[in-house]
């Protein structure tokens, strides 16, 4: 970025400036004529737009998209961004309870249309109901490295989610493995079969693994460290869920693991399993059974 300053400056080296501007530059000048300008609407602030040379352009471009000489690389382009933002139904066609849309020995979809608020967001929820996941310190600490390792793998998404507004989230519980997903219904079902695709085809990195399986180690190490009200809601849970194992327990398990135990819990849980889903929000019920 090249930017003025309140000293005058000759005009000659303004203009070799101008030739060497990129293509989204913006000038930030001290002192500036600004009769002429936009007087912005909200803010009451002038405002000059106008367009730069084309050979600036042509010379920017010519620097970016020539593979052999390149010295810079823009972004791809965010396939997650949303572009059709209208609602699917009006307001007085929503319901208050899901309609179950599917139903099979290994399957049950539920739908719910909802645009009460008038936004084009909406979100899926899907557990895969399990009885692995939880029913000894052995199989928690494994579906945790899973749901983790899966996670950590999805990394590359992260950031073009969140920057399209969507979001993501992959836990495993007493009642098996649970992923959400919400934000802007639009591109929502692309990250949700991302992630579904992560998880079906997942194979497991001895780097990943090492990184994932240390967090882990270092989180039970820790947990007497938690704050109070953490510690309070984690005691609680030891009377009232009958799952529910202390962390040294869980520490114990965890160190007995190994990557091959990690890979064996994985395709458990991927042939054993029973898939609950939801649509909640603006999405539409052919989507949510393609999703199922």
Request: aromatic share 8%.
């Amino acid at each position: 970025n090249n930017g003025g300053n309140d000293d005058n400056e000759d005009d000659n080296d303004d203009d070799d400036d101008d030739d060497d501007a990129p293509l989204d530059l913006s000038y930030i000048v001290g002192t500036a004529d600004t009769n002429s300008w936009t007087l912005e609407h909200y803010y009451a602030v002038p405002y000059l737009a106008a367009p730069l040379p084309v050979t600036t352009i042509a010379d920017l471009r010519a620097l970016v998209y020539d593979a052999a000489t390149s010295a810079i690389r823009l972004p791809d382009q965010n396939d997650l961004m949303p572009r059709a933002l209208a609602l699917l139904s009006p307001k007085a066609d929503c319901t208050e309870d899901p309609t179950v849309i599917e139903s099979t020995p290994f399957l049950v979809a539920n739908h719910l249309l909802d645009v009460s608020f008038g936004l084009p967001k909406a979100s899926v929820i899907i557990r895969l109901a399990s009885l692995y996941t939880s029913a000894t310190p052995r199989l928690v600490v494994l579906s945790k490295l899973v749901t983790k390792l899966v996670m950590f793998s999805l990394n590359e998404f992260a950031y073009t989610a969140s920057m399209a507004g969507l979001e993501y989230r992959l836990s495993s519980g007493p009642s098996g493995v649970h992923l959400s997903v919400s934000g802007y219904s639009d591109r929502l079902p692309v990250l949700v079969e991302r992630v579904l695709e992560r998880l079906a085809t997942l194979e497991v990195d001895q780097v990943a693994y090492t990184s994932v399986y240390e967090a882990l180690v270092l989180a039970y190490e820790s947990w007497k460290r938690e704050s109070p009200l953490d510690m309070a809601f984690f005691t609680t849970d030891q009377f009232l869920v009958d799952s529910s194992f202390t962390a040294p327990t869980l520490l114990a398990a965890l160190r007995s693991v190994t990557q091959a135990d990690v890979e064996c819990h994985l395709r458990l849980l991927r042939s054993h399993s029973y898939k609950i889903v939801l649509g909640h929000g603006n999405i539409s019920v052919d989507e949510v059974r393609r999703l199922s």
